[in-house]
């Protein structure tokens, strides 16, 4: 299991000195109660840290950069409660490179209407001071999330709350490090990439390894530790004999469990977070690594198939971005395989050959071992189970030669009509918003992938802005969607992004 890390956020207060210091004293108490409140809330995924106020273009600049250098900061909550002269910003904001969320709310919920004079007037002035603040961010260019409304509000909460979560994802992006076990699916384009291009845009590190070092880990795994894994598997999962041999059932399971063990120690050896592997170059493996690999997606680590590692490497940031959220009902990497075509009854059926994140289950969870044609090995033990239903985000991480593009799709979850015995992989079924006709066609029209980083966790919005942060386009497939408006869009990108 990858470690969780405890990220801290920064609370800073704008003001300045004109007004007094009781003003400031005041200033002071009211960020250190909204600080205290937002910690309190239960909407928060993380813990802000109040900050002294600033009210210097020195103290701006250092608390910045502190910031930058601090590892457990990611990222600096602002808020302008008086009126604070911009121009003190600049250097801070120039120099500082982590995310930043504006928060444009007041102490007061009401205007004090029996008592307000030019004091209060003064002290409490952020909408004058938060539109001046805001000004400057226009004027540099520099990219933050705004947040407006009355800071003890459940929404307002639940939205810093959300700008938390991808935050951390924008953070951990330097951080994911993928292991492309053998190289692409041969012939394929969209799973290939610029390398480079992703670690100067994102801070992703993607490396080859041959097949057999990785075989190698593997065949150092203990039969008491793979032992030890298969009765856990057996207590945990139910086991689908249909008609097998038990005791050949049983070997099949074990060469996954010293396939899961041994290149979870792989990764963690090598400082990995994220792994590809490709059925055409599997080396010394008896199998195709499959319940092996959705376990490992289970315990945090980004996924792809065939080689398809900007999938991978997105699958682990918006694993992060959901860490510790409450009720999560999973993320996994995922594929598009063939429609329901019914009117009124249309979708698509979501799998692949075995990968799919067991997180994302409602319901037993099934060991199934089934002969796969692709990659000429044994029969792979594989877990087997139907999804959750409800809305979800179904990413696509696209190389167009001169940038990326996130295309983003809101999607529907579903049960199926009828149950499928004779398919022993684990499914998910849904449809396309605003509907299969209008989803499809600009799926196609983006270029978006047949793989795809899904999350029942996460929304549009936010993975939005973490393609915001990244610098790069991101278009949204969802119930506002028109072909006519969407293709003007790609358009208008074309020549912005370029």
């Given at each position: ?77 602002t808020w302008m409660h008086t009126f604070s002269p911009a121009k003190s910003w600049i250097l801070g904001l120039q120099e500082f490179r982590k995310p930043l969320l ?69 953070i951990e992006s330097s951080h994911v490090r993928v292991m492309r076990i053998a190289d692409n699916m041969r012939n394929v384009a969209v799973t290939e990439g610029d ?7 994102f801070g992703w590190e993607v490396d080859a390894y041959p097949v057999n070092e990785a075989v190698e880990a593997v065949h150092a795994v203990s039969q008491a530790d ?273």
């Open positions: 299991m990858i470690p969780q890390k405890k990220y801290q956020f920064w609370f800073c207060t704008g003001s300045q000195d004109l007004y007094g210091d009781e003003c400031l004293a005041n200033v002071a108490e009211h960020s250190g109660i909204i600080v205290n409140a937002l910690n309190a809330s239960g909407e928060l995924p993380y813990e802000v840290i109040w900050k002294p106020t600033l009210i210097t273009n020195e103290l701006i600049r250092r608390t910045f950069n502190e910031a930058n250098t601090d590892e457990n900061c990611a990222g600096v909550i504006h928060l444009h709310t007041q102490f007061n919920r009401e205007i004090p209407y029996d008592t307000i004079d030019m004091d209060f007037m003064n002290e409490n002035q952020a909408a004058h001071g938060d539109r001046e603040y805001g000004h400057i961010f226009s004027r540099l260019n520099k990219e933050r999330k705004i947040v407006v409304g009355f800071w003890e509000d459940r929404e307002v909460q639940k939205q810093i709350g959300s700008w938390m979560s991808t935050a951390v994802g924008v390398k480079v291009e992703a670690q100067i845009k793979v032992d030890a894994l298969v009765e856990e598997y057996y207590s945990r999962y139910e086991i689908l004999l249909e008609g097998r041999d038990e005791k050949e059932f049983r070997r099949h399971v074990a060469v996954q469990a010293q396939m899961e063990i041994g290149l979870e120690r792989f990764l963690e050896a090598k400082n990995y977070q994220a792994i590809v592997t490709h059925f055409g170059d599997l080396g010394g493996f008896q199998q195709l690594p499959g319940l092996a690999i959705q376990r490992l997606m289970e315990k945090g680590y980004g996924f792809g198939g065939e080689g398809d590692w900007k999938t991978a490497a997105m699958v682990r940031i918006m694993k992060i971005m959901t860490q510790g959220k409450k009720d999560a009902k999973g993320t996994s990497f995922m594929e598009d395989y063939t429609y329901n075509l019914v009117p009124g009854k249309e979708g698509i059926l979501e799998a692949h050959m075995l990968e799919v994140c067991p997180s994302i289950a409602d319901g037993p969870i099934y060991i199934k071992e089934q002969p796969l044609s692709m990659g000429d090995r044994e029969d792979p033990a594989r877990l087997v189970f139907t999804s959750k239903e409800g809305p979800g985000v179904a990413v696509s991480l696209i190389d167009l030669g001169n940038r990326f593009r996130l295309i983003i799709n809101e999607v529907d979850c579903k049960k199926t009509e009828k149950p499928m015995p004779k398919l022993p992989v684990a499914t998910n079924f849904w449809t396309p918003r605003p509907n299969l006709q209008i989803g499809a066609q600009a799926w196609i029209l983006a270029g978006g992938a047949h793989h795809t980083a899904f999350s029942y966790d996460l929304t549009a919005e936010q993975m939005g802005d973490w393609a915001e942060a990244m610098g790069i386009e991101a278009v949204y497939i969802d119930n506002n969607t028109t072909i006519r408006q969407f293709k003007n869009e790609l358009r208008w990108n074309s020549i912005y992004y370029r």
